[in-house]
């Protein structure tokens, strides 16, 4: 059974759009603990599609924007996510061949997702914060819009 992530200050690594994408996989982790064991496969594939689909995509997004402020541990922080992108995919290839994998996928996310952020993206943020103050910026032609763009849309 996956018990709910309760969002806190603790979890925030003080970049706003980081931690609005770690808001929403939490809200993606807690969808999932509401369906619970008894949902109907099809609404519980269709989430955890969502949720690999979007954690993919900040994955991409965090990456391209460490690139960009010339983070030196790049190549670490995408070891570490490509590492957890293949327990996922093998997650999901036993989800797709029948197994019931809904606790397992929520469980992993919960751990990985609040450790991650506690050492590995505490890690990257104040380079971020000094070398792309235009971060927390919201002029649509900025690096961080377009890039939002690219990724999200």
Same mark, same amino acid.
């Given at each position: ?5 309760t ?36 609404q ?36 570490? =996510?490509?590492?957890? @992108?293949?327990?996922v995919?093998? #997650? *999901?290839?036993? $989800? ?7 606790s ?33 910026? =919201?002029?649509?032609? @900025?690096?961080?819009?377009?890039? #939002? *763009?690219?990724? $999200?849309?």
């Amino acid at each position: 059974m996956i018990s709910k992530v309760t969002w806190s200050e603790e979890l925030e690594i003080g970049i706003n759009v980081i931690d609005n994408q770690h808001r929403r996989i939490v809200d993606y982790i807690n969808v999932l603990a509401d369906l619970g064991e008894d949902a109907p496969r099809a609404q519980v594939a269709e989430l955890i599609d969502s949720l690999v689909d979007y954690t993919y995509s900040h994955f991409a997004f965090e990456e391209a924007l460490m690139e960009e402020a010339g983070y030196e541990y790049l190549t670490v922080h995408q070891r570490t =996510h490509e590492a957890f @992108n293949q327990r996922v995919q093998d #997650l *999901h290839q036993r $989800f797709q061949t029948g197994e019931q994998i809904g606790s397992e996928i929520g469980q992993l996310l919960q751990t990985w997702l609040i450790n991650h952020i506690m050492d590995d993206d505490r890690s990257y943020a104040p380079v971020v914060k000094r070398e792309m103050p235009v971060v927390e910026a =919201h002029d649509s032609g @900025n690096w961080l819009s377009r890039t #939002l *763009h690219r990724f $999200f849309n």
